[in-house]
């Protein structure tokens, strides 16, 4: 036996569905509708909102740092329309409220230096800054109360956290030039003079095979009662592509001793450097001097003379001196006995 609903009650069910569904959506828009009108009605009423910034404090008396303080954070009223107070709880973008300390009086007070601020002398700065013009009502707390330290400054060396790897055939052709290379430090006496250096974020390179110039940033102390007189520095990692250029030297012989003549086998050596490619036409043998040193303990003890480079030009780097010793004789001057 087939049940159902007879095709004949069909069309009136759907017709009935739909008539229900056309009366929801319109009593829906109108329910919206109805709670947007209130809540503009609502909105468009006074109201008094209490919003909490944080203080930054600038301009601290000449030579003074902020040590404490009673508040952090400052309690503002306003007397504002809901849509203004809706804007300053949830749109403004201002992070904290900026209090200027120019012309704060200090005083002495159980060994300390101490000074107080009425916020109410602030409230038209403070207007300012949230962008309202009578709405604010007050500020809370009415006063806050400073302790002050004595500033002093130190010039302190900048250590950069830099690691490289340079490729095959490159190296530096100065050393790692920073910019500027030491800094002012402020700060109570007893802190800055317990720091040593100054050091910068960590960078690190790998294959190298050209300058590198960069900016880091310091890393501050930890203490809030220190500060920096820069914040970043620039640094400058000069790498050039070196080559190797041999030639034959002379080897100079010092203090000759007046009892013996010193001879010497060989009288040159091969020199062999490492110059950079942009200065290999500068290089002249004549800016190379090498030198065996009389010295008549020295003989007694050993077969060989040490070869020494006692010039050379900066911008290279000795890799050898072939041969480092060279065999000498002693032989007895005609003019002795």
């Given at each position: 036996?087939?049940?159902?609903?007879?095709?004949?009650?069909?069309?009136?069910?759907?017709?009935?569905?739909?008539?229900?569904?056309?009366?929801?959506?319109?009593?829906?828009?109108?329910?919206?509708?109805?709670?947007?009108?209130?809540?503009?009605?609502?909105?468009?009423?006074?109201?008094?909102?209490?919003?909490?910034?944080?203080?930054?404090?600038?301009?601290?008396?000449?030579?003074?740092?902020?040590?404490?303080?009673?508040?952090?954070?400052?309690?503002?009223?306003?007397?504002?329309?809901?849509?203004?107070?809706?804007?300053?709880?949830?749109?403004?973008?201002?992070?904290?409220?900026?209090?200027?300390?120019?012309?704060?009086?200090?005083?002495y007070y159980a060994g300390k230096e101490e000074g107080c601020l009425p916020l109410n002398d602030q409230i038209q700065k403070i207007a300012s800054q949230i962008g309202v013009k009578r709405d604010l009502v007050f500020v809370s707390p009415?006063?806050?109360?400073?302790?002050?330290?004595?500033?002093?400054?130190?010039?302190?060396?900048?250590?950069?956290?830099?690691?490289?790897?340079?490729?095959?055939?490159?190296?530096?052709?100065?050393?790692?030039?920073?910019?500027?290379?030491?800094?002012?430090?402020?700060?109570?006496?007893?802190?800055?003079?317990?720091?040593?250096?100054?050091?910068?974020?960590?960078?690190?390179?790998?294959?190298?095979?050209?300058?590198?110039?960069?900016?880091?940033?310091?890393?501050?102390?930890?203490?809030?009662?220190?500060?920096?007189?820069?914040?970043?520095?620039?640094?400058?990692?000069?790498?050039?592509?070196?080559?190797?250029?041999?030639?034959?030297?002379?080897?100079?012989?010092?203090?000759?001793?007046?009892?013996?003549?010193?001879?010497?086998?060989?009288?040159?050596?091969?020199?062999?450097?490492?110059?950079?490619?942009?200065?290999?036409n500068r290089v002249d043998e004549a800016m190379f001097e090498a030198v065996v040193t009389y010295d008549s303990v020295e003989m007694q003890a050993a077969t060989r003379l040490k070869v020494n480079l006692v010039k050379y030009p900066s911008?290279?780097?000795?890799?050898?001196?072939?041969?480092?010793?060279?065999?000498?004789?002693?032989?007895?001057?005609?003019?002795?006995?």
């Amino acid at each position: 036996m087939k049940t159902g609903i007879p095709d004949n009650e069909q069309p009136v069910q759907d017709s009935l569905m739909k008539r229900f569904r056309d009366q929801f959506s319109i009593f829906f828009v109108f329910l919206v509708f109805s709670s947007f009108i209130w809540v503009v009605i609502k909105l468009s009423k006074d109201f008094t909102s209490t919003i909490t910034y944080n203080i930054n404090f600038k301009n601290a008396p000449k030579g003074r740092i902020i040590s404490g303080s009673s508040d952090t954070v400052i309690n503002v009223g306003l007397d504002a329309k809901g849509f203004t107070l809706i804007k300053y709880h949830f749109l403004q973008k201002i992070p904290v409220i900026n209090i200027d300390l120019t012309g704060l009086k200090i005083r002495y007070y159980a060994g300390k230096e101490e000074g107080c601020l009425p916020l109410n002398d602030q409230i038209q700065k403070i207007a300012s800054q949230i962008g309202v013009k009578r709405d604010l009502v007050f500020v809370s707390p009415d006063t806050i109360r400073f302790e002050f330290l004595t500033k002093y400054k130190r010039q302190i060396p900048v250590l950069p956290q830099v690691s490289y790897e340079l490729r095959p055939q490159f190296m530096l052709y100065d050393s790692v030039q920073i910019q500027p290379d030491s800094i002012w430090v402020f700060g109570p006496e007893e802190l800055i003079d317990s720091i040593q250096f100054i050091y910068t974020e960590q960078k690190s390179f790998s294959d190298l095979s050209e300058n590198q110039e960069l900016e880091l940033r310091l890393i501050k102390p930890e203490s809030n009662l220190v500060s920096l007189s820069e914040n970043r520095v620039k640094i400058l990692i000069p790498v050039e592509k070196y080559t190797e250029r041999s030639f034959e030297l002379p080897v100079n012989i010092v203090n000759s001793g007046t009892e013996y003549a010193l001879r010497i086998f060989p009288e040159k050596v091969i020199v062999n450097c490492l110059v950079a490619l942009k200065d290999y036409n500068r290089v002249d043998e004549a800016m190379f001097e090498a030198v065996v040193t009389y010295d008549s303990v020295e003989m007694q003890a050993a077969t060989r003379l040490k070869v020494n480079l006692v010039k050379y030009p900066s911008f290279v780097h000795i890799a050898r001196v072939e041969p480092e010793r060279i065999e000498f004789i002693l032989i007895k001057s005609a003019n002795k006995p």
